[in-house]
Nanobody, 120 residues
Framework: QVQLVESGGGAVQAGGSLRLSCAAS????????MGWFRQALGKEREFVAS?????????YYRNSVKGRFTISRDNAKNTVYLQMNNLKAEDTAVYYC????????????WGQGTQVTVSS
């Protein structure tokens, strides 16, 4: 099992910035990649960004956040980050950290989520 704990959410005005953190513990050796997802009220959960967990920094982003969000990791701290700049009202959502596991290939471990609210 991999345990994930997010932090760093909050309320910000449009154009502002936030940095989310996700601390991983447990069987982190079983992790293939880490990702951020979000779910706005009344909408389905959607992919935001992902990054390889070890070796290299292969990352992916949904189109709407490219150039504004940056995903990074610190393996020494078992932590992945999501730097969010130039935030927009449509970025308002609960943001979840997830671990993609080597064994299944799925994002099988999830954090509890952290709320991000952007006011226009």
């Amino acid at each position: 099992q991999v345990q994930l704990v997010e932090s760093g959410g909050g309320a910000v005005q449009a154009g502002g910035s936030l940095r989310l953190s996700c601390a991983a513990s447990g069987r982190t050796f079983s992790v293939y990649a880490m990702g951020w997802f979000r779910q706005a009220l009344g909408k389905e959960r959607e992919f935001v960004a992902s990054i390889s967990w070890r070796g290299g920094n292969t990352s992916y982003y949904r189109n709407s956040v490219k150039g504004r969000f940056t995903i990074s990791r610190d393996n020494a701290k078992n932590t992945v980050y999501l730097q969010m700049n130039n935030l927009k009202a449509e970025d308002t959502a609960v943001y979840y950290c997830a671990a993609r596991l080597k064994l299944t290939g799925d994002f099988g471990s999830w954090g509890q989520g952290t709320q991000v609210t952007v006011s226009s």
